[in-house]
Each structure stands twice: as structure tokens, then as C-alpha cells.
């Protein structure tokens, strides 16, 4: 840990951002060598003034230094520095990366990153498309990386998992302070399953100029990002506009046309983002990067699992476009409260998606014909 110590050292220093910590450590090799060098060489770097060298000279780790990393080794979380062969290839390539990163977990030594953002308040539609999508790249060695936030990041983060994959989440708090409560089961299951990251400390909360920091970790580690469900003001339009100043792909899942919360999607497909409706539209996009022996990804559609014959009878008059429940009922010549609860057993199988205003669809990815 006395290694680590120079790094949080020289990060503390009032003044020295994640840019000029990176020009340091590349002029004089490590944070060791830059508290040990003069005030004429400091300055000799892009964005240091005498009074910051003075402040690097004159700089000392300090006692919080030390609880902060025994705090870290109690807790077992680990810690990877930019000169690290550990840290991710492509989260060193941007301008500004973090100097450490925390990390619970292990980060995977995947081929292929994708990042997968967008809604809070994401539909049943969004959920379900974003968990399908997820499930296929993973199933095709691809690590997800999303912001464990409700709705679209949590269905990216799960979908990963159900998919056998690995997948990555990028903290806007310290490992510390586990944000929203709610996804602490997924907190670990993200961390047995891939690595939870973030450049700040321990005990950060969950602060509103944090979220737009991490997002450029989320964009950066990852080769392309896709948004799904996105209002015209989205915080994951933010993650989308990273990426393109990264030189990375942008892709966007189309939504309802008449849905708000498709406004940034459908703006996004509009300025050149490729649209996405499975997991092949992404996967072509790196096909230079895949195996020789894999074949192709063609549109994936989803087993559908064992039946009932009430429920069969349900699906096979569920479209892709929302229905209204009574629009069912009439259909089926079937009570209300029945098909309440053969729908639910739909959902629960991953088979029909609810969306607001009683209306069902068939979940993305399933294929009602062979039922008929």
C-alpha cells in the first residue's frame, strides 16, 4: 500500500485535475517523481504555473491517505493507478482519465466493451428491450458496462448476468455508499459477475456533478454506447456526446414516436447514431474484432418458454404494439380478472411487457409463431 500513497498524494493537491495529473505522470514517469522534481521542471508542464509546482513541492500524504487505504484493504476492494497493466486499455486513451480507480470485483479482459445507458423511468418496453439486447451481446462475449442506476442501467446490469456474460458498473459514489439502495444485492452480483469501479472515495455520495464525471468512464472503457430511452435533456445524451468526442460508436434503440422519453433515441438516430433493434446490429459493427470461427449474429429471438394452454391462448394475441387489456378481453371472450393474472405469469416468464395505461406487448425478441 506505501506505493499508493504518492498517487493519492499528488491527486489531492488543490489544483491538479485528472488532465494535468496525467501530463505529470507522462514527463516524469510516476507521482513519486513528480513530488521529487524541482519547480523549474514542474513548470516546464502544459498547465503549471509556479504557484501549483509550489503546492506539488511542498505537498505531503496525509493521515486520511492512510484510513482511506487500510479502509480498503478491511473491506477487500482493490485498487488499479493509470500506469497499472490492470487498468483499462481504452479508459487510458482519453484526455482525462482518473489517475485510481476503486474497484469491487475483477475487471474483465473482455474483447469487445459496450455500454449500455439511458432512462431512469425507463417503460416496460425499455426494460424489457434493454435486458433482451443485453442478454444476446453477453451471450456473445461481450461486457456490458452501464451506471447502476434504476431502469435502463439495472436491466443492462441484469440482462448480463441472466446472459452468462460480464459486465461492468461505473459508480457516481464511493463503493461506500451503494446508490439507490435498492440494487445492493446487485451491487454484489455485478462484482461476482465483473467489477463494480469509481474514481471516488469511499464514503463520496451520491452528488449531482458526480453522475456527468462518470460518464465519461462509461463512454471511455467502452468501444461503442448504446441508449435506450433517452428525454431530450437525458443525462445518458451526456454518455452518448462522450463517446463521439472519444471516436467511439454511437447507437440508439428507437422507441414510440409519440413517447417523450424517445425524444433523445429518436434525436440521436437523427444526427447519425445507428439504430438498433438486436444484438447483431452492434456486433456488425465490430465484426473486424471477433474471432475468425464466429459466425455472424443474426436477429436473436427468445425461446419461449413452457406454457400453459391459457397462456399460449394470451400470447397469441399479443402484438409488438401495445394493447389495451380490454381490447384483450374482448378478443378472448375472457374475464378481466383472469387475464390479469395469466398476464402476469406472462411477464414473469419474460414473455409479455407491461406498459402504462393497462397495454401489453409481446417482450422484444419473442417470435409468437410457432404458437400458430
Given at each position: 500500500?506505501d ?7 499528488l ?8 488532465l ?5 505522470v507522462e ?6 517523481a513528480v513530488?521529487?522534481a524541482?519547480?523549474?521542471?514542474l ?11 509550489a503546492?506539488?513541492?511542498?505537498c ?5 491517505i492512510d484510513?482511506?487505504l487500510?479502509a480498503l484493504?478491511h ?5 488499479v493507478?493509470?500506469t497499472?497493466r ?6 487510458r486513451?482519453i484526455?482525462?482519465?482518473?489517475p485510481?480507480?476503486y474497484i ?5 479482459d ?9 432512462s ?18 453477453a ?8 451506471g447502476?442506476?434504476r ?26 455508499r451503494?446508490y439507490?439502495?435498492?440494487n445492493r ?6 462484482a ?17 456533478h458526480h453522475?456527468p464525471a462518470?460518464?465519461r ?11 435506450v ?9 451526456i454518455t452518448?456526446?462522450l463517446?463521439?468526442e472519444?471516436?467511439r460508436?454511437?447507437f440508439?434503440?428507437?422507441?414510440n ?21 438486436h444484438a447483431?446490429?452492434v456486433?456488425?459493427?465490430f ?5 475468425p ?8 429471438q427468445?425461446?419461449?418458454p413452457a406454457?400453459?394452454?391459457?397462456e399460449?391462448?394470451?400470447?397469441e394475441?399479443?402484438?409488438a ?22 398476464l402476469?405469469q ?5 414473455v409479455?411487457v ?5 397495454q ?5 425478441g ?7
Open positions: 500500500m506505493a499508493l500513497r504518492p498517487w493519492f498524494a491527486k489531492g493537491v488543490p489544483g491538479v485535475g485528472n494535468i495529473f496525467r501530463r505529470l514527463q516524469f514517469g510516476s507521482p513519486d513530488l521529487a524541482g519547480e523549474t521542471e513548470m516546464a508542464v502544459q498547465g503549471v504555473n509556479a504557484r501549483l509546482a503546492a506539488i513541492r511542498h505531503r500524504p496525509s493521515d486520511g484510513r482511506e487500510e484493504q473491506k477487500g476492494y482493490g485498487l493507478t493509470l497499472d490492470r487498468y483499462p486499455a481504452l479508459l486513451r484526455p482525462d482519465p482518473p485510481v480507480l469491487y470485483g475483477e475487471l474483465p473482455s474483447h469487445l466493451n459496450i455500454a449500455v445507458v439511458g431512469r423511468n425507463a417503460t416496460g418496453y425499455g426494460i424489457a428491450t434493454t435486458r433482451r439486447l443485453c442478454l444476446d451481446l451471450a456473445h462475449q461481450v461486457t456490458i458496462v452501464s447502476m442506476a431502469g435502463v442501467d439495472t436491466a443492462a446490469h441484469s440482462g448480463a448476468i441472466a446472459g452468462g456474460g460480464t459486465t461492468v458498473a461505473v459508480l457516481g459514489t464511493g463503493l461506500d451503494i439507490p439502495r435498492e444485492c446487485l451491487f454484489h452480483q455485478i461476482e459477475n465483473g467489477a463494480v469501479i469509481t474514481e471516488l472515495s469511499l464514503d463520496s455520495g451520491p452528488d449531482a453522475f462518470r460518464n468512464i462509461i463512454s471511455g472503457m467502452c468501444h461503442g454506447t448504446v441508449v430511452e433517452a428525454t431530450g435533456r437525458s443525462g445518458s445524451l452518448a456526446r463517446a463521439a472519444q471516436n460508436e454511437v440508439a434503440v428507437p422507441g414516436v409519440h413517447s417523450f422519453k424517445s425524444v433523445g433515441t429518436h434525436s440521436l438516430i437523427k444526427q447519425g447514431a445507428k439504430l438498433v433493434a447483431g446490429d456486433l456488425e459493427e465484426a473486424h474484432m471477433q474471432a470461427d464466429r459466425q455472424p449474429v443474426p436477429s436473436v427468445s425461446k419461449i406454457l400453459t394452454n391459457e399460449a391462448k394470451v400470447m394475441v399479443l402484438e404494439d401495445p394493447i389495451h387489456i380490454d381490447s384483450l378481453a374482448r378478443q378472448l371472450a375472457m374475464a378481466s380478472g383472469r387475464l390479469s393474472g395469466l402476469l406472462l411477464e414473469l416468464k419474460q409479455a407491461q406498459h402504462p395505461g393497462k401489453f406487448s409481446l417482450a422484444p419473442i417470435d409468437p409463431k410457432p404458437l400458430k
